[in-house]
């Protein structure tokens, strides 16, 4: 894997067929040319992730959007304003050009235009647009650094664009429009609030509602068990989990640890706003599997602004799983 600041060369490496990690304002993604049936075939085998699951396309610009979708409401075009570049994804019907690949069969497609400045400028320089899920093997944590990205998917990417750490630090809130009323596939970077001001209350998915597999209920998980309570319970939790013998950490803002002083040793402190602890959450998940601890009980925030986003991950961080410890392939010595 190549790794740099070279858009030049990633340009050339998305034109030639080859996957491009690069960063967004939300996480890290693993891009392919979206027009490019057989590049976007080998992002779904660079991540382990089942055909079917729809990609998101990425576009420098919300103008483009008609050449993707078909039959875009005002409303689309009122949010593509509003909140472009940004953390929104719009699922709407999709146009004739969009690669049976990127979709998965669907009759809808997921379209966004990233805020962040090394993005955007990898996405004017490419011209058309870029199919990217996040960089990590499937049901994983989402990578806020070009490091989560080596470590996960080393080889698997041709090129990796280096920009530092994620702003925001859980991926687009994805709304869908392809039905008439807007409904809340899931929430991410930007809050409710702001969207429903535009659309009016957003609606929750129905069993019509485009699935969106990252909404299954085991997603977004570290190696470790995750066990996310509200603050209160938090040190029940915790002497429930060392009862059984596990390596407990306690994930939660650092003001919280306040008023639990005997839980201060187990301590990986967030940071007390959303906005720090939405940025910070995936790399503590990731540092935290790193020192081996088998249980993390996580704080779960006020379901209020980002607090949303990140509950939403922490539940499902905290779902049923098919298997642990089994998800990464193994790690290559060289
Ligand atoms: O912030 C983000 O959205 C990041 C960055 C890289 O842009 N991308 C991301 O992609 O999170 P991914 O594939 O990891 O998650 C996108 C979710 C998936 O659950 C997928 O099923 C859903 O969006 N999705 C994509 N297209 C869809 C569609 N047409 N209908 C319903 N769901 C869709
Ligand atoms: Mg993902």
């Known amino acids: 894997m190549e790794r740099g600041l070279d858009l030049a060369r990633a340009v050339a490496v998305l034109e030639g067929g080859g996957l491009v990690a690069f960063p967004t304002e939300t996480v890290y993604g693993l891009g392919a040319d979206a027009a490019n049936e057989a590049a976007v075939a080998r992002i779904f085998a660079a991540k382990g992730r089942p055909r079917g699951h729809p990609l998101i396309v990425h576009l420098a610009d919300g103008a483009q959007l008609d050449e993707w979708a078909i039959e875009v409401p005002e409303v689309a075009w009122q949010l593509a304003r509003a909140a472009w570049p940004g953390p929104l994804t719009l699922v709407l019907r999709k146009g004739p050009r969009v690669a049976e690949a990127v979709t998965g069969g669907a009759a809808t497609v997921g379209v966004r ?66 039905r008439g009323r ?74 919280a640890f306040m008023a639990w002083p005997a839980l201060q040793a187990h301590a990986r402190r967030l ?55 089994s998800r990464r392939p193994p790690r290559k010595s060289s």
């Open 113 to 178: 235009v990233p805020a962040h400045p090394i993005a955007q400028a990898l996405l004017r320089r490419f011209g058309g647009g870029i199919a990217a899920p996040s960089a990590n093997r499937v049901g994983a944590v989402s990578p806020t650094t070009a490091e989560h990205v080596a470590d996960e998917l080393g080889d698997a990417v041709d090129y990796l664009v280096d920009g530092g750490a994620c702003e925001v630090g859980v991926e687009s809130t994805i709304v869908d429009l392809s």
């Open 182 to 255: 807007p409904v809340l596939l899931r929430p991410g970077g930007l809050v409710r609030e702001q969207i429903e001001a535009i659309t009016g209350p957003l609606a929750a998915p129905d069993a019509e509602a485009p699935a969106a597999p990252g909404t299954l209920e085991s997603h977004y998980a570290p190696l470790a068990e995750v066990i996310a309570v509200g603050p209160d319970e938090v040190p029940a939790a915790v002497a429930g989990a060392r009862a059984r013998g596990a390596a407990v950490a306690v994930l939660a803002p650092g003001a």
């Open 271 to 325: 940071p007390d706003d959303l906005a720090g602890i939405a940025r910070d959450l995936y790399a503590a998940l990731r540092d935290l599997d790193a020192a081996g601890f088998d249980v993390v009980i996580a704080a779960l925030p006020p379901a209020l602004g980002l607090g949303e986003a990140v509950g939403d991950r922490l539940r499902r961080a905290a779902g049923p799983r098919r298997s642990r410890r």
